[in-house]
């Protein structure tokens, strides 16, 4: 079945620091999401972005689904930035939809 | 307009005792999650339902787990009997249809003794 994986693992930040997050995946998709699952276990939907770039405010996601990867830009990070960024991408060729494991973005005051 | 509800929050059992999870999606929301979680990893689909039906249960245990969505709208996942390694966060989402858009609902966190 399709891989995922994100880098970094973790990642650590100061208030107001820009960073970026990214998923890499081994075949080709349908679909791809980004999910923030907030401290209190909380899983929200940020992007549906199979492919080209979408903001919302201070997020941003761009996938290269030639290159099978896809990036989370945080700026200006706040406090409530922090918990775990899951990428999720369904198989072109498959029914699943799998999530990689995470990357755990902690935002100090 | 109302998120997923899933009920119960929190389940704490003796293995070898049986438990159901029930979940109600966003209204109009025709497809149907229910995924698994466990400590530190990102979670697992075990099962999808476009309305009524299980289109994808390649992942679901079917030795001890069982679910069911009748009428296609709330659903219910059971196990029986529970096994210690089954404590974990049991995730339910919808999407209008396929695998658009998920939103998760709060999760139940099983605890097996």
């Known amino acids: 079945g399709i891989q995922v994986e994100q880098s970094p693992p973790d990642l650590i930040l100061q208030e107001g620091a820009n960073s970026t997050l990214r998923c890499n995946f081994s075949d080709s998709v349908n679909n791809l999401q980004w999910f923030h699952q907030n401290p209190w276990g909380q899983l929200i939907n940020l992007f549906y972005i199979p492919s080209g770039t979408k903001q919302n405010g201070r997020l941003s996601a761009t996938t290269v689904a030639t290159e099978r990867y896809s990036l989370l830009y945080i700026s200006s990070s706040q406090t409530t930035d922090s918990g775990v960024y899951f990428c999720?991408?369904?198989?072109?060729?498959?029914?699943?939809?799998?999530f990689g494991p995470g990357t755990r973005l902690s935002v100090l005051p | 307009e109302a998120g997923v509800v899933q009920s119960p929050r929190y389940k704490i059992i003796e293995k070898k005792q049986p438990v159901a999870f029930w979940c109600n999606p966003i209204s109009g929301h025709n497809t149907l999650y229910w995924y698994l979680q466990n400590l530190g990893q990102g979670p697992e689909l075990l099962i999808r339902y476009e309305n009524e039906e299980a289109v994808d249960d390649s992942q679901l245990p079917k030795d001890r787990f069982s679910a069911e969505r009748l009428k296609g709208v709330d659903s219910t996942l059971k196990i029986q009997p529970a096994e210690l390694g089954d404590s974990a966060v049991y995730l339910c989402a919808s999407s209008a249809r396929g695998f658009n858009e998920q939103y998760f609902g709060p999760g139940t966190r099983l605890t097996v003794t």
């Open positions: 999720a991408v369904e198989s072109r060729y498959g029914q699943n939809f799998v």
